[in-house]
T-cell receptor, first 114, second 107 residues
């Protein structure tokens, strides 16, 4: 099993450009999450999806959109990138349909917005 | 708003010494997680603490949870260099993470 995979691993954008971060899991998990990690800080939840077809805002959703394409895939879109969105983005998944279950993380995407 | 505070944020230890990392949180939760992150890497789950009084041990690390005090601890026994990493606690409510404790174990 690959676990949680993310693409791309690295990305550089100019201010105003758009892009989509992809995430997939092969563990048959119900819930999926997107976090950002900034230097010296813990992870902050952007959006999560408790099941296919549902999405909810987390702590820092502004400037992002998400799509739960199917049970396996959960994408994060930046419509108009800003320097403040420079960060490392992690996708995670868990078995249950709430945020109370142990999460498994992908390798991360390092995004720089110039 | 749920706040999760870890201390210390930076910890430099000698090999062989013991130390404790603290995780305080501001609202009721009966579930807490500890993760480890190596530089440039993803997060690895260490412990899942599911109830008040829960204690888990793996090697030189032991985690505990006191839901009444809203406190979890991660105790390091006889530290070795391989434990050097950043350790995060995360509270199940809204999956709020602490800022992390960057541990360096020196020979």
């Amino acid at each position: 099993n690959a676990g949680v995979t993310q693409t791309p691993k690295f990305q550089v954008l100019k201010t105003g450009q758009s892009m989509t971060l992809q995430c997939a899991q092969d563990m048959n998990h119900n819930s999926m999450y997107w976090y950002r990690q900034d230097p010296g800080m813990g992870l902050r939840l952007i959006y999560y999806s408790a099941s296919e077809g549902t999405t909810d805002k987390g702590e820092v959703p502004n400037g992002y959109n998400v799509s739960r394409l199917n049970k396996r895939e959960f994408s994060l879109r930046l419509e108009s990138a800003a320097p403040s969105q420079t960060s490392v983005y992690f996708c995670a998944s868990s078995y249950g349909t709430d945020t109370y279950n142990e999460q498994f993380f992908g390798p991360g995407t390092r995004l720089t917005v110039l | 708003e749920l706040k999760v505070e870890q201390n210390p944020l930076f910890l430099s230890m000698q090999e062989g010494k013991n130390y404790t990392i603290y995780c305080n949180y501001s609202t009721t939760s009966d579930r807490l997680y500890w993760y480890r992150q190596d530089p440039g890497k993803s997060l690895e789950s260490l412990f899942v603490l599911l109830s008040n009084g829960a204690v888990k041990q793996e090697g030189r690390l032991m985690a505990s949870l006191d839901t009444k005090a809203r406190l979890s601890t991660l105790h390091i026994t006889a530290a070795v260099h391989d434990l050097s990493a950043t350790y995060f606690c995360a509270v199940a409510n809204d999956m709020r993470f602490g800022a992390g404790t960057r541990l360096t174990v020196k020979p």
